[in-house]
C-alpha cells in the first residue's frame, strides 16, 4: 500500500496539517523534521507550541528514557509519583518562586483543552456566576465549554448546538486605533441597562496565537485585570501558546506584571511534546471538592520527567536571553519581507509573523516555503498571517537560514503574482 | 521537606485517589506499583482501565525506548508519521477487518472525554439534531459536553450551570427487573406528546463502570440499537473502560453483537497507559470538515508505538482466552466473598467487584485491602461497589493471591463491624 | 370581498381553530354561538375553558357595561383601582378564605403563559436552582420558558432551539398501571447517579387537558406534593384550565387536598373570557423585587369588575353542585358513546371526553358534529381524545341535546366507516 | 378595611407603579386619571403607552359598549368574528396599504411579550438560525424568550438562569458620537473570527423606550436594515410603545422608510387599553404551521372593536398632524426645563422627557409632580429620564398646564437640593 493511502483510507477527513504537508515524517531532532525518504525540513511550526525545547531534545529524551529504562511508573492517575513531585518542586522552585507567584497547581487531563474545561468550571464555582467573557479572534480549545469562549467560526459550528454563558467583547485594536475597546468593557458591565452581567471571569490570551497574532497592549491588560478585581470575576490568563518562554519570559504576562486569578498551561509544558497540561489557581480560589474535575491522563509521568528536565533550563537567564535575542533577529528579518511584500509584522518574541490584505497570500508562501524546505502555518480568521514559531532553541543560523527561503518564498510569489497580472 | 508535604501544600485539593491512597510511588511492573520504601502493591486499579497490558510491559516499553533512541517524531500534530501508519495498519488489521469492521479513525485530543466530544459534535453534524439520550449512572468525562451527558452528581455539580442537549433516560434495570426501560424510552420517542423528540444520538456504556458495574443485557442493547435506527439517530458506544479487551473481546459489544455508527476508545488503547484518544466511525458518518475538531496532543507517537505493540497482542486469540479464563476466576472468587458479606457480585470479564447494601461497606474494605497490599478501588453512585480492574495480563497466581487478600478484607470488617455491634 | 376571503388573505397560516371551523360568528350566549347568517351552535368548546360562565353572562356584562358607562379606570398596569380592590376581596373572602389558603395574589400579563412565566421565575428565585420537573403530555404556555415545560412536540418545535432548565418525567399512568411513575422519580432524584438534580420545582396539571384527559390519581398528586417537600422543591400546579370550578371544586387540586406553592390560574378567571391571569404564591415565597416581573396589560379592569362577578357566584355551593350534576350526566352519556363506539371515557367534572385507539376517530365525529351543529374540539398527543367542555352554566337539557347530536355523530361515523369497509 | 390595605396584605410586593404612585383610581377620562376621593391627575404616563387614544375615548367606548348590548361574541379563540374582520380589514385598509406595505397579521395572546416570543420563533425557524442579536438598553419583555433579548439587569436577574441565543451589541450612540456601533457589528458578523455568526434576526426599537428614549439615527436604522439583508437575517422591529402614532407617524420606522421583516404590536393597538397584541409579518416569512403558536386569549373582541374604531382615526392625516404639532410643544417645553435644571431633552413625537446626570433628580422630580397632580414616570438604566407620555389625544391647553407643573417640579427640586446644600 502507498505510503500515505493508508491514511487516506482510514483516517476521518477532519485531518488538517496533513493536508497542507502532505509528507510521511519519520525522525526529528532540535528544528528538523525528517521525512521517510531522508528529506528535512526546518520546523517553524514546532508542534503548535508544543515543542518549544525541540524535537528529541538530548537532555530531555535522556531523562525519559533512563526514567523508563528503571521501570518508573509511566501512569498514576493522580497518585502521588517521585516523578510528579520532582516536577512540582522544579516548577515551584525555579518558575513560581523567583516571580513571587504562590499558584496552587491542578494537574488536568492532558490537553489544553481540559486545562480550560477546569478553569471555567473552577472560576463558576468561585464566583457563583455562569457568563464568561471571551473576545474575538480568541482561540481555547475544542471541547464544549473552552470552544464556547472560541471565536473561530469554523471550529464552532462544529459543536452542533448554540453555546451557553459566554458574552463576547472586542479584543485591544479590534475596532481600530481610535476605539478604547476596554472602555466598551467597562461601560457594559457597569450599566445595568447594557444587557451584561458581572461575569465569573475573563479569559484572555496576552498575544492571540491562532486568532492572527494580535498583540494586547500591556496598559489594556493592565486595565482588564483592574477592571476583573473591580467586579468581582477571575481574570484566566490562557499560556497555552504563549507560555514556556514563547514570548521571552516564561510567561507572556510578565511583560505587563500581571497576576492572573488562573493559569492554563500546555503544549511545551510537557518539555518533549508529551501530553500534559496544568491550571494555576491563586490559593484563595482553590475550592474544588476532591474529585470533582478529574481525568485518567493526569498522571503523565514521561510528561513530568521531560517537564521538569526542561524547567530546569529556566534556572538562570540564558534561554530568556536568547529568546529575545532570536526574536529580535525574527523581527528585522520579517520586517524586510513585510516592506518587500506590503505586509505587516505582528507578534512577540519568538511567535512573530506577517499578515498581508491579500488573504490568500500567506497560505501562497506557505506553500513555497514547503517546497524550500520550511514547515510553516498560517493563522487569523482568514489564514491572512503567516506564523513563524520555531523552537526556542534552534541556532541562529538555522533560524537565519529558514527565514531567509520564507523571505524568497514570498518574493516570488509576489513575482509570480504579478507576471500572471502582467501577462 | 517531608515525602507528600510538597504535594500537599502545592497541588490543588481536587486531587482524589491520593486521598484514599496516600503513598508515593515510584516504579511499577506489571502488576505491582512499588512505593518510594520498597513497598509493593498488587494493583487492582490498572490507572482506572488504561494499564490493560500491565505496567511497562516489557515488549511495548522496548518498543518506546528503541523509538525514542532513533530520534522518531515524538509530537506531530496531525501530520503523518511512519509511527502513526503502522498504528492505523495494526489496528485495521488486527482488530476491524478480523470483525467486519470498515470504521473510520479519528485522533482526538489524547483524552477519553476529548473522543465522547468529537463524537457528540459528530452526531449532531450528522444528524442536524441537538439532544443526545444518555442513560443513568453514566460516565463519559469531565469537559463541558462529556459531562452534560455523565450522571454522576457529584462531577456535573463542578460545571456551575445547566446543560442542554441532553435527555436522560433509565438504564437497563435501573426500574427492577420488572420494568423494560427500553419500552419506556421507545414509547417516549414515539409519542409526539412526551416531551422527548427524536435524539441525535445515543451513548452507552454495554457495562458502567464508574457507575456501579451495572450490565446491560444483550437483549437490551440490540434493542436499543434497533431504536437508534428505527429513529435515524447514532448509537454511540462508549468503550474507553470497557473496551481493549477488557470483559473479554477487544470489544465489550462485540457480546452483543453490536454494530455502533461510533466508538470511542481511550485508556488502554495507548498501550503503556501513554495517552491517546481514538474515535470510530462509521464512513458514511465521516463528515468533519478539515480540522473543524483538532487538539495539539492529537499525534502523540510514543502512544502509536506502544499501542501498535499492544495490538499485536490481539493477532491470536490466547489474550481473549486468557481473560476469559481469568475473569472466571474472578467470579468464583467475588462470588464467595459476596456469599460471606451479603454482598453481590456485578461486572463482566476482567471488570467485576462486589456491590453491597450498606454503603460504607466497600470503602472500608478498599482500606483494608490497601492495608495489606492491594490497590483497589470503588465506584458506583454511593461509592458502593468494590471494583477489581487488575491488568489484563496478570498471572494467575497474583490474580488469586490479590482476590485472597481482598477477601480477607472484607471478612476482618465484617468481624470488626460486628464485634463493634456486639460490644 | 367574500365573508372569510379577508382572513384567508391577511391572517398569518398559523390560524388553527378556524381551519376546521371555518364559520364567521357574529354573537354569541350563554351556550350558543351563532354565525352571521344566523345559525346557532351548541359550544363544547367554551373558549378552550375559558368561558365556564357562558358567553355574555347577563350579570357579569352588565356588570361591565356599568363600569365602562361611568368612566371606570379601564387600563391600569399595577396601579391600584377598586375594580381591582373589589376583584381581590371577593377572591380572598369567596375562595381563598372558606378553604383556608393564604395565597399571596400576583396579577401578571393576561395570559396563561405568562402566569407560569412568573411561576417558573418565581420558583427558581426562591430556591436557586435551575431545573423544572414537568411530565409527559403537559401543556403550560407558548412563550419560551412555559414551552420548555410542555410537551407537545409540534408546539415545541417551534421555539426553533434548545430548551434549557426543564426535566421530564412520565406523567401518572404513562408507563401503564404497574408501573409506579412515582417511584421512578423519588429514585431518581434520591440516586446522586441518577443524572438528575433537586429541582426548583414540579410543575403539573391535576388533568391534563390538551394532553388528552390524562387523570392523575389523587395518591399520585398526594406523593409528589410529598416528595416536593422532601426535596425543598416548589409544587407549582396549573389550574389555567382546570381551575374555576372545571372538575367540580373551584380549585381542581381540591380532590387531592393539596397546598401547592404556587397556583396559576387563567382562562375563566376574568368571568366573561376578558383576559386576565393571576398566580398565588404562599407568602414565604413572595421573593419579588418590585417591577421584577411585569406587563402592560395585568391592570385589565374590565376582567376584574367581570371576575369578581363572576367569583361571588361561589358565595355558596350551587354552581360546585350543578358541575358535579352535569359532570354525572356528562360521564354516563359518555359512557355509553365509548361503549358503542369502542372507545374510553375519560376526564372529571365537565371536563370529559372519549379516547379511541383509531387516532382519525376523533377528529372525524368532531367534523360531523359540527355538521350537526355543536362546536367540539379533540386532544391528546394524537389528537385521539374527543374533549367535551361546555359552559358550567349550561342548562341540562342543552346539554343532553348536545351529548345526544355528538353520540349521533360518533355512530355515523362508525357506519360510514363500516360501510366504506364493507364495499 | 383600609383603602390600601387590601393590597398591601394581598398582593404580591412584585407591585411596582404603585410604590411610587400610591393612590386608589376610580374614574378616567381623555388625559385624566380621578382618585376614589375625587381628585383628579393629568396623566402623562398613559398606560405605559396603551392609552394612546386616551382613557374611555368616547368613540370607541360607545362602539365596545354596543358591541356587547348586542351580544357580540367576545371571546373567540382564532375562530373567525366579523368584529375581528372588521378590524382586519380596517388595519389593511387605513395603515397597510396606503403606506404599501403587504403584511401578514398574527393575532396571539394579547401582550407584547407574547408577541415578541411569536417574532422570535418565526424568526428562527424562517433562517434555522438561533441568534438573535439584540441591544443595549433594550427592553422586549417579560416571558423567557422576550427577556433574553432584553437588557435592564434587574428584569432579566429574574429569571433564575442563564440565556440562550442572544447577541448583544451596543445600540446607536451607545459609544459615545465617535464610534459608529453599525461598523462594529459589520465587522462583528463579517469576519469569522469574532466570535458571533449570522444571527436569525436583529430586534430593535426605533426609539427604546424603557431604556432612556434612545433614538436611533435614521441612517443607523437604515444601515442596520442593509446588513440584515446582507447577512440574510430578519430585521424585527418592536412598536410596542413607539408605534400607534407616539412618535407621529403611525410606525415610528416611517420616519426611516424602513420595510422591517416582521413588525410587533401592542399596547395602543387595542384601542382603549384593551388586551391585543399583533405580529405583522412579510407574506413570504408566513411559514408557521397551524396552531404551531397559540393562545387563549388572541380573539379579545372587545379589542378588536376599540382597535378597529381607533385605526378609523387614522383615515386623514389629522392625528398625525396634531401629534407632530404636540410633539413640537413638548420639545419646546421640555428644553426650557433642562436648559433650567443641567438636564437634555430626549425622544421623538409625543414620547420624549428630559435626562439628568443627577441619577436621583428624575425621580425627585415625578414624586413633587405627582403632588402637582401630574402623573409622570422614569425611565433609563438608572431611572435618570422623566418619560413625558401623555395620551395622544390630549388636548393642547392641558398639556401645556401638566408640562408647567412639571416645570414647577423640576424647579423646585433644585431649589431645594441648593437650599439643602448651602444650609
Known amino acids: ?16 496539517y496533513s493536508r497542507d504537508i502532505p509528507i ?191 498583540e494586547a497592549r500591556v496598559e489594556w491588560l493592565r486595565g482588564l485585570q483592574d477592571l476583573a478585581r473591580r467586579h468581582n470575576a477571575l481574570l484566566i490568563v490562557d499560556e497555552i501558546q504563549t507560555g514556556c518562554g514563547r514570548t521571552g519570559p516564561f510567561f507572556s504576562f510578565e511583560r505587563a506584571d500581571l497576576y492572573p486569578d488562573i493559569v492554563c498551561l500546555a503544549k511545551s509544558i510537557g518539555g518533549l511534546g508529551l501530553p500534559m497540561a496544568l491550571v494555576l489557581m491563586r490559593p484563595e480560589h482553590d475550592v474544588w471538592e476532591p474529585g470533582q474535575h478529574n481525568g485518567t491522563f493526569r498522571g503523565n509521568n514521561l510528561a513530568f520527567v521531560a517537564g521538569a528536565e526542561a524547567l530546569s533550563q529556566w534556572r538562570d537567564a540564558s534561554l530568556e536571553q536568547s529568546i529575545e535575542s532570536k526574536g529580535k533577529l525574527m523581527c528585522e528579518r520579517l520586517r524586510e519581507i513585510a516592506q518587500a511584500t506590503g505586509g505587516a509584522v505582528r507578534g512577540v518574541g519568538m511567535l512573530q509573523g506577517v499578515a498581508w490584505q491579500d488573504r490568500s497570500f500567506a497560505r501562497a508562501v506557505a506553500r513555497r516555503a514547503l517546497a524550500a524546505g520550511v514547515i510553516v502555518e498560517t493563522c487569523g480568521p482568514w489564514d491572512e498571517v503567516l506564523k513563524i514559531m520555531p523552537p526556542l532553541t534552534i541556532p541562529e543560523p538555522a533560524l537565519s537560514d529558514g527565514l531567509e527561503r520564507v523571505r524568497c518564498a514570498a518574493l516570488d510569489e509576489i513575482v509570480s503574482t504579478r507576471l500572471e497580472v502582467a501577462v
Do not use: C, W
Request: hydrophobic share 40%; aromatic share 10%.
Open 1 to 16: 500500500m502507498g505510503s500515505q493511502t493508508i491514511f487516506e483510507q482510514h483516517e476521518s477527513q477532519v485531518r488538517s
Open 24 to 214: 510521511v515524517f519519520r525522525t526529528a531532532s532540535g528544528h528538523l523534521l525528517t521525512d521517510e525518504n531522508g528529506h528535512s525540513y526546518i520546523d517553524f511550526l514546532a508542534g503548535a507550541g508544543a515543542l518549544n525545547y525541540g524535537h528529541n531534545n538530548p537532555a530531555l529524551k535522556q531523562a525519559v528514557i533512563e526514567y523508563m529504562q528503571a521501570d518508573g511508573v509511566l501512569h498514576s492517575l493522580d497518585l502521588y509519583t517521585d516523578a510528579k513531585r520532582n516536577f512540582i518542586r522544579e516548577f515551584q522552585e525555579t518558575i513560581l518562586a523567583p516571580r513571587g507567584l504562590d499558584y496552587r497547581m491542578q494537574f488536568t487531563g492532558p490537553t489544553g483543552t481540559n486545562a480550560i474545561e477546569a478553569a471555567l468550571k473552577l472560576a463558576r464555582r468561585v464566583t457563583s456566576r455562569t457568563n464568561v467573557v471571551s473576545f474575538t479572534n480568541s482561540f481555547h480549545g475544542m471541547s464544549l465549554g473552552a470552544l464556547a469562549v472560541s471565536s473561530a467560526r469554523r471550529k464552532r459550528s462544529g459543536a452542533g448546538m448554540p453555546f451557553v454563558g459566554v458574552d463576547r467583547f472586542p479584543f485591544d485594536g479590534y475596532l481600530g486605533p481610535s476605539v478604547d475597546t476596554l472602555a466598551y468593557l467597562d461601560q457594559a458591565l457597569n450599566d445595568p441597562g447594557s444587557g451584561f452581567d458581572a461575569p465569573a471571569a475573563f479569559i484572555v490570551e496576552t498575544l492571540q496565537a491562532e486568532g492572527g497574532l494580535n
